[in-house]
């Protein structure tokens, strides 16, 4: 029986929009598409998931790759949106007495970003690799997520929108759905016997 969803952030409650990213790229005269290929190049990415790299280090290093530290903390500043559909099914779950969580690949900075969004209220509890020290798709962040909440694998969902995160948790022996929409979660957790809307 499913006891928990668990559910990633970025991709899933909260989505940043391609559009301004564009936008500080024409500003500063960046070529489409080089603020998000430098930001995830090399190991930095990595670094910063697993708490080796701060997150206003991995901007400071972003921007100096650039070679225009304006672009990169406007890029880092930019505000996300929550996805309506997903908090109104999360508080769905939980008024059926359904534990849902959130695992994210995160930075230091995702305390202070969730307090801002205000999903502490929506979530309980908020698992951020940055403080575990693994990130998705690595099996020992799920088997932390497994042992905090003293449950067995099988008794958690997890959704996310990338396919090797998802393919992680099942291979740590957990349900897992491929996130593309809040409609397509419902249905997904209706085959799992979750009496959703």
Do not use: Y
């Amino acid at each position: 029986m499913i006891t928990t969803v668990l559910f990633d952030l970025d991709g899933v409650i909260r989505h940043f929009d391609p559009e301004v990213t564009a936008e500080i790229e024409r500003r500063h005269g960046i070529e489409s598409g080089t603020l998000m290929e430098t930001a995830f190049a090399g190991t930095a990415a990595e670094e910063l998931t697993i708490g080796r790299l701060r997150r206003d280090e991995w901007i400071a290093g972003i921007g100096a790759s650039l070679g225009c530290p304006a672009a990169a903390e406007e890029w880092g500043a930019q505000r996300a949106h929550l996805d309506e559909d997903v908090l109104a099914l999360a508080a769905e779950l939980r008024g059926r007495g359904i534990r849902a969580a959130i695992l994210t690949n995160g930075t230091d900075g995702i305390p202070a970003e969730i307090d801002a969004l205000g999903l502490a209220d929506s979530f309980d509890p908020i698992f951020n690799s940055a403080e575990i020290g693994h990130a998705k798709p690595d099996a020992r962040v799920f088997a932390h997520v497994v042992h905090a909440l003293g449950c067995t694998p099988e008794e958690i969902l997890f959704t996310d929108d990338t396919a090797t995160n998802v393919a992680g948790a099942i291979a740590a022996g957990m349900r897992a759905h491929h996130f593309t929409d809040a409609a397509g979660l419902r249905r997904a957790l209706r085959t799992h016997a979750i009496a959703v809307a």
